[in-house]
């Protein structure tokens, strides 16, 4: 049975950093993309950052400089680092794994950037 589940969120303040982490089990972790999304109430969910099975990154245009996604394949984790965190950051953040036709969601954790 395949659990992806996300932790790390919490309330931060502008400027400030959170390191999020998303462990998947129940799946071979090296062979798929692993992805963040992160989704406001009202708004589409929105793709920040993701990260291929080669170690291949992308970014969102609001987030490039700002958030480093890495893996790490014997944890069968990824993380998602996000420095110089703006309130526009306050959002769910979901970890999502992806290959081919097999698509898997975590639970999401909140994100709150705010004084």
């Known amino acids: 049975q395949v659990q992806v589940v996300e932790s790390g969120g919490g309330l931060v303040q502008p400027g400030g950093s959170l390191r999020l982490s998303c462990v998947a089990s129940g799946m071979m972790f090296s062979s798929y993309v692993m992805r963040w999304y992160r989704q406001t109430p009202g708004k589409q969910r929105e793709l920040v950052a993701d990260?291929?099975?080669?170690?291949?990154?992308h970014y969102a245009d609001s987030t490039k400089g700002r958030f480093t996604i890495s893996r790490d394949n014997a944890k069968n984790t990824v993380y998602l680092q996000m420095n110089s965190l703006k309130p526009e950051d306050t959002a769910v953040y979901y970890c999502?794994?992806?290959?081919?036709?097999?698509?898997?969601w975590g639970q999401g954790t909140q994100v709150t950037v705010s004084s």
């Open positions: 999502n794994a992806i290959r081919g036709p097999l698509v898997y």
């Open positions: 990260i291929g099975s080669a170690g291949n990154t």
